[in-house]
């Protein structure tokens, strides 16, 4: 099992940038596809964006392509979500997950598909 700790949330003025991180440890990173996810009040958890083991193949929920990036060290046993351009509708709780997996290119969209997941961090936006 690998423990996951995400940091990095905080308060930020729409069009700003945070950078958020999710650290592993028990367990190394490079054999996991990693995922962020976000949850804002009466709101389902929804898909940020996912990046394959190797950091091959990577993906973005619609809301946030063009402004979000996902990356990965592998080294440092962290992954990273990159946002900038922010907007008050990205004020949410932020999640990483993790899922084993045995394909290098491979990333997971679906909350079920991931087994790890972190405490998560809040990121507010302000108008």
């Known amino acids: 099992q690998v423990q996951l700790v995400e940091s990095g949330g905080g308060l930020v003025q729409a069009g700003g940038s945070l950078r958020l991180s999710c650290a592993a440890s028990?367990?190394?990173?490079?054999?996991?596809?990693m995922g962020w996810f976000r949850q804002a009040p009466g709101k389902e958890r929804e898909f940020v964006a996912g990046?394959?083991?190797?950091?091959?193949?990577?993906g973005y929920g619609d809301s946030v392509k063009g402004r979000f990036t996902i990356s990965r060290d592998n080294a440092k046993n962290t992954a990273y979500l990159q946002m900038n351009g922010l907007k008050p509708e990205d004020t949410a709780v932020y999640y990483c997950?993790?899922?084993?997996?045995?394909?290098?290119?491979?990333?997971?969209?679906?909350?079920?598909?991931?087994?790890?997941w972190g405490q998560g961090t809040q990121v507010t936006v302000s108008s």
């Open positions: 990046i394959s083991r190797g950091g091959g193949s990577i």
């Open positions: 997950a993790a899922q084993s997996s045995f394909s290098t290119f491979t990333y997971y969209r679906v909350i079920g598909e991931y087994d790890n």
């Open positions: 028990g367990r190394t990173l490079s054999t996991y596809a």
